[in-house]
């Protein structure tokens, strides 16, 4: 037994504190003074952060801000950034619509093209040509593919222009190939749109008021468009507020191959 191990033996059976700081084998020495480990377990009770994750998805939010009184005092909060719900059909339009002009006077921003003409003919029916014209303004930017758009979608169109006193409406996003099929966008059934010199609170407000049924409105006022689609055949009526702003949704990753209906269209 070597002299060190001698001197340990005779320190714990005198009760004494170990000599050093281990033994030759590398275990920690227990002394005198040594407590017992606290726990260092948390709380079982989930944080509110975490019950939320556990309920369903995280809920992206968002910073708004607005002034108000004399000096302009600032105030902040956060906000849910995707805001919707379905309409009552209370809430509906009863009357039928009244026919629009037909005229449309469309600048398509992302194409920087423009047309001014009417999606009538003298008898009434729809004019292909003038269809045709509008469907190549509404074609998709990133694949310059072309559909034949719902022509319901350019006679509110034609109603939209009619009322903001033959204002040049700005085309933002019409037919998107490279979209998720969930999309209105998809089936060229909706149009993202604004107007220079007219709010879209204005905008939105007036697209609200022809709706009959089947249809979709949403504001982005981040981004400064309206979004006007009509539903899937036997889908209800859909209103929404998107606080996303422009491009924001270049950063998210889409889940490849959703098919399911649109509940909350993307713009």
Request: one cysteine or more; proline letters at 5%; aromatic letters at 8%.
């Amino acid at each position: 037994m070597t002299l060190r191990r001698l001197l340990l033996v005779t320190a714990v059976a005198l009760g004494l504190t170990a000599v050093g700081p281990t033994l030759e084998h590398g275990w920690d020495t227990p002394t005198a003074e040594a407590k017992p480990k606290t726990s260092s377990k948390k709380s079982s009770k989930p944080s509110s952060k975490q019950s939320s994750r556990k309920r369903g998805k995280k809920v992206a939010k968002v910073k708004l801000c607005t002034e108000s009184g004399k000096k302009k005092k600032r105030r902040c909060s956060f906000v849910q950034e995707f805001q919707g719900h379905g309409v009552a059909s209370a809430s509906l339009r009863k009357e039928p619509l009244d026919r629009p002009s037909g005229d449309i006077w469309l600048s398509a921003e992302n194409l920087r093209e423009e047309v001014r003409l009417n999606i009538y003919k003298p008898d009434g029916s729809y004019d292909d040509a003038a269809l045709a014209q509008l469907d190549e303004m509404f074609r998709c930017k990133r694949t310059g593919e072309v559909r034949s758009v719902d022509p319901r979608l350019y006679e509110q169109l034609s109603r939209i222009y009619d009322h903001f006193g033959g204002k040049r409406v700005n085309l933002v996003s019409g037919f998107r190939f490279a979209e998720r099929s969930s999309s209105r966008h998809f089936h060229a059934s909706a149009m993202d749109i604004r107007i220079d010199g007219v709010t879209i609170r204005e905008m939105y407000a007036f697209a609200e008021s022809l709706d009959g049924g089947g249809m979709g409105i949403g504001i982005y006022p981040r981004s400064g468009f309206i979004h006007v689609d009509f539903r899937a055949p036997g889908d209800p009526s859909y209103r929404w507020t998107d606080y996303s702003g422009p491009n924001s949704g270049k950063a998210r990753k889409k889940s490849p191959g959703r098919t399911a209906r649109a509940k909350k269209p993307t713009s």
